[in-house]
């Protein structure tokens, strides 16, 4: 639906076109240019549909591969390495028919004359141990193998492909494309085999001391959206007390669940339905564990491992039917329901309410409700959604809406209470003119260098550039300033925690474009973060930083920076003295992406010795059904702990 208020304009697209449509071509040449020009344009689209169609080809043989990788491990018993590849595939296989694979890819029959002692030593069976040095993890690409080899033998039986492993898998054929996230060497080069030898050294010298007595730092785990229902009843007892027993094994500190708006007041206002949570809690405090509970005041929409999809309140929905202007809006008059607008934070819209008492309503029944856990301790801290997938930002990358990474996303701020918060915001500053969203900016899924607002020396920097995103990145401000100044009201004397995100693409690029659309004004030439943090210091909050665990290589095409970003934020927080927590972005099961998160949680070049005050794990699914999983999340354990003394070289 159209947003009634806004100027009709040629550059506004039907909402139901494409949400990246092309933009207009420059005049066409004429004579020999025009011929050239044509030749030209014809030879790049070619090549970009060629790229596409590669792409494709690849994401069809790397699911090939995932299912047949899966199906030997559960019902072969083949202890394939996680990011194995075909060469591991084939060297297991080959081995179980009775051939000899050497580390270098050398293959033979074990009764080859010249090699009678060497089979008469080793079986198939024995080749096939995970610590043998003719194992499938010799035959690893470089970048992976220093993580199994440092590890103790672990069982590898009916082990599941996990999700981050669909990405690392390469087929090597002639014609596929190296996978730029893992090595490149050849298999048979000497070179690759003394760096995967020197990897083995460092990892297993820095791993296994370099976090022994180090500062401990808390680790919780985030259990599944799932395990409450939509009508808020506990759904799997019993599943929930073997999850917890597999988690006090390892020794975490405790637990963080997610306590839904669209849950816990669904149906009624101001009428809360709080029982599944309480039997819940009840079975926490059983096991003695820690309890962190967010304040979710967006949607779910089922990308967790719960796969559950949880909407806001049925009686906001119905509201937003008669008046569509409480939802953010994009620049095509879109509405996006996935959180409220900042816009009704002071709008008596909700019968009769302001969008900031509501959330201080709920805010308020919780802490009534669950009193008697404050009091025991129970309840060590509370997190605050603030705005999109419960983090500080505008929900500028809405997969619904189209966009998919790493385009730059949209503006949204084409509601018409936001709309004429700017209109007022202009008219102070004398220039009403300026009380509009740029047209200029792209689409969801365009790229920086495509636009004329965020490509280099674009309008971004201009007079008006920086008026608007000053405003945008104000509004988001005090939205966090309004919501926060209750929550500390309401949960007076507890730890208060704020998620903020981690908009690593184009972060090498002058304007940042994709920070700018998510609300932090962040170009080359400002700090977007600063001004951010000084609010949350004001109210002694502690930002969760949503670590991406990423290693991107500088050839990466979205000029990613994750590193960077990172540096940046954390620094910026704790030169104000602000505590910083983390939470992983995507689950991990490789060793050396849960390294990475360690190495931010508690960095050890740190001259001031900071670190996480804890770090908040996301699962990628419940531990019990992964033994892989359990291993790696024990060795993750100890590293935040400090405490690797049992690992062995």
């Not at 040629?10 to 139901?16: K, L, R, S, W």
């Not at 494409?18 to 066409?28: E, K, S, V």
């Not at 929409?301 to 008669?322: A, C, H, N, R, Y």
């Not at 404050?374 to 500080?392: C, K």
């Amino acid at each position: 639906m159209s947003n009634p208020h806004q100027d009709p304009d040629p550059q506004f697209p039907d909402p139901n076109d494409n949400p990246n449509p092309t933009h207009p071509q420059p005049r066409r040449p004429r004579g020999f240019a025009a011929t050239n020009s044509g030749t030209t344009n014809k030879n790049r689209k070619e090549r970009e549909k060629e790229k596409e169609r590669t792409k494709l080809r690849e994401r069809h043989r790397r699911a090939i591969t995932s299912r047949m990788l899966a199906g030997l491990r559960q019902y072969g018993n083949f202890p394939l390495p996680v990011r194995a590849d075909m060469n591991d595939v084939i060297a297991a296989l080959a081995r179980q028919a009775g051939w000899i694979v050497e580390s270098d890819g050398t293959t033979f029959r074990q009764s080859n004359p010249n090699n009678n002692n060497n089979a008469s030593n080793m079986g198939p069976y024995q080749v096939m141990s995970v610590e043998s040095p003719v194992s499938g993890s010799s035959l690893r690409n470089c970048s992976t193998r220093a993580s199994v080899d440092c590890q103790p033998s672990i069982p590898r039986i009916n082990e599941s492909l996990s999700p981050a492993s669909f990405d690392s898998i390469v087929v090597t054929e002639s014609e596929t494309k190296v996978d730029k996230f893992t090595s490149t060497s050849p298999m048979d080069s000497t070179e690759c085999l003394e760096a995967g030898q020197l990897m083995q050294d460092l990892h297993c010298g820095e791993h296994g001391s370099g976090f022994s007595e180090t500062q401990y730092v808390p680790v919780f785990v985030m259990l599944s959206s799932g395990v409450i229902n939509n009508f808020c009843q506990l759904m799997d007892p019993d599943g929930v007390k073997q999850e917890l027993q597999q988690l006090e094994s390892l020794k975490i500190d405790g637990v963080v669940v997610n306590c839904w708006w669209g849950i816990v007041e669904s149906w009624v206002p101001q009428k809360y339905e709080w029982s599944g949570y309480r039997e819940l809690f009840k079975i926490i405090q059983d096991f003695k564990m820690k309890l962190q509970v967010v304040m979710a005041f967006h949607e779910n929409g089922g990308s967790d491992t719960s796969g559950m999809f949880i909407s806001l309140p049925q009686w906001v929905l119905e509201i937003g039917k008669d008046n569509q202007e409480i939802f953010f809006t994009d620049r095509q008059g879109r509405r996006n329901t996935e959180c409220l607008s900042w816009g009704i934070d002071k709008e008596r819209v909700l019968r009769g309410r302001t969008a900031i008492e509501v959330y201080f309503d709920l805010m308020r029944s919780f802490r009534t409700e669950f009193d008697d856990l404050f009091a025991d301790g129970l309840i060590s801290a509370i997190e605050i959604g603030l705005g999109a997938s419960g983090e500080l930002k505008y929900p500028s990358f809405s997969e619904r809406m189209g966009w998919r990474y790493p385009g730059i996303g949209e503006f949204q701020c084409y509601d018409k209470y936001s709309l004429q918060n700017l209109r007022k915001a202009a008219t102070s500053r004398g220039h009403s003119f300026w009380a509009k969203g740029p047209d200029n900016a792209g689409y969801y899924n365009s790229k920086p260098h495509e636009t004329g607002f965020f490509c280099e020396r674009g309008d971004y920097d201009s007079y008006y550039g920086r008026f608007f995103l000053h405003w945008y990145r104000q509004v988001l401000i005090d939205h966090a300033d309004k919501v926060l100044s209750l929550a500390t009201l309401a949960f007076e004397g507890i730890q208060i925690v704020v998620k903020i995100p981690a908009i690593y693409w184009w972060y090498r690029t002058s304007s940042h474009a994709a920070e700018l659309t998510a609300g932090y004004y962040n170009p080359t030439n400002q700090d977007g973060y600063s001004s951010v943090f000084e609010v949350l210091k004001k109210h002694s909050v502690t930002i969760k930083f949503v670590c991406s665990g990423l290693q991107v290589p500088e050839t990466d095409e979205s000029l990613a920076d994750p590193e960077g970003l990172s540096w940046q934020i954390l620094n910026s927080a704790w030169d104000k003295e602000i505590n910083v927590a983390g939470q992983n972005a995507f689950p991990c099961y490789d060793r050396e992406g849960l390294m990475r998160l360690v190495e931010t949680a508690k960095p050890r070049n740190d001259p001031d010795h900071h670190r996480f005050s804890f770090f908040a794990f996301q699962q990628p699914s419940p531990l019990v059904q992964s033994a892989i999983c359990f291993s790696e999340m024990d060795y993750f354990i100890k590293c935040m702990h400090g405490d690797m003394n049992i690992v062995e070289s």
